[in-house]
């Protein structure tokens, strides 16, 4: 038994450790947070201190050390720190960081005072959370697991994919939980959602080059990964939605006036043109590592090319190097499949197929200075008329307006167009000057689809565009005949654009014209026309 001042002296000399190593400590946290700002600000991120105040019960966050090229950092080199059922930074936030919001923790609310605030996380570091595995390539579902984005409280720190769900239509979500339209915690109900038709698997499934853009799994998501949503409690949601429907479109029903078409009562089901469609819905979810090798960059240019791009929107794309995966807020795409879906992976019977990127102007509205509906048409038709000669007909509609510029941008070059005088042979020269990039359709990530729906080849592909025809290819997926719009489908206004591209280098069986030809290609000036 120690002696009374031995132990006054004891507590002494431990007080004083104790004081010592809480200044250490608080020195370093200093130390640490000043070089996690500077960081933060090297890589765009600006931080409010009036929005942010760190939860002092979880250690600062360590700085990962190749910050910038976020794919030299091995996923070994991030132990986890936190123990299990610990909350981290990301599970005691609220949702708008000034104090308003609802929190989403099971620790207390912090309280509202004028210098109190609720805690809002500009990234996360892989100490902080505790991903569940996901093997991206593997073929076994259960292997390669689920794809996870969901930042309800519940998964938040069980992500293993960086953004949102919906593509461009999460910001819509955002508005419905800002204006409490909707709870985040609303769990999805998918009784009776399953896929229409059944899909796969294919060999390509398991192959972490060839789908890199979609998720293989992403229609069966809820049911393949039910266990793990039960016991681990996190929401796991599909990318894909398969569905069933009839289509009526108006030239089509003139088709059938024409006898180009014949009803057969299963495909084309009556003399009004109408249509059996199988439908599937896909919203991109990218494999960083193999998005980055499709186009011949390094993953940590991506990562950090994406994060600026994005007005900095996506920070753990650059502090989360162990996060393969980015479910990016951009369109997705659809895949119009006519006769039977299971034809479509059937090496012995014909495929006829048309990629069409959106052009909602003519698509939809039938504007009349470029050929995208018709070519559309003419690919519906020719889909159908395969799929009735006991093959398969695809289109596959990628949402991607204007060559991936906008629409915007499309109406600039439309009045730079119509105000100079609108020349085939300066065609793509306008888009240039205003885009600086003639096409941002990159087709390097299209092929995607082809794999997933066990497309091994294509018979015959209404399409001119040599990059859709070249990113096909490269995928190993032969296309044995190409098949341009007829003459008789293009609008008269509508010359300009397809002349320029055929002289572009665009397929065609026709005549290619010289520079002086093309030179002569007009468009109908705005005088012609009756405002
Ligand atoms: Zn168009």
Known sequence: MAQPQDTAALLQEILTSVKSLKLDHSQLAET???????????????QSRDGIVHDAA?????????????????????????PKGHHSRESVSSIDGFGNGHSQSTSPPPRRTSTAHSKIVITTHPEQADPLPNHWGNGDASKRGPVVVSRSPSTIRRRNAIGAHGGSYSIYYALAVASQQLNTDHKPDYTNTEPAANIGPFPAWGDPKKIVAMDPFGHLAPWLYKDIIRAENVEIRPTIAVTRAHMKVPELEEAVRKGRLVPDGRICINSQGELNVTKFAVEPVWYLPGVAERFGIDEGTLRRSLFECTGGSYPELVTRSDIKLFLPPIGGLTVYCFGDPVKMSDPNVKLALRVHDECNGSDVFGSDICTCRPYLIFGIEEAVKEAQAGGSGVVIYFRKEGRALGEVTKY?????RKRGSDKASEYFKRTENIAGVKDMRFQALMPDVLHWLGITKIDRMMSMSDMKHDAIVQQGIPILERVPIPEEMIPEDSRVEIDAKIHAGYFTTGKVMTFEELDQVHGRAWDDVDH
């Open 412 to 416: 600039l070059v439309y009045n730079a």
């Open 32 to 46: 640490v947070e000043a070089i996690n700002g500077r960081v933060n600000i090297l890589a765009g991120v600006k």
């Open 58 to 82: 979880v250690p600062s966050p360590r700085i990962p050390p190749m910050a910038a090229s976020p794919s030299l950092q091995p996923m070994t080199s991030s132990p986890r720190m936190i």
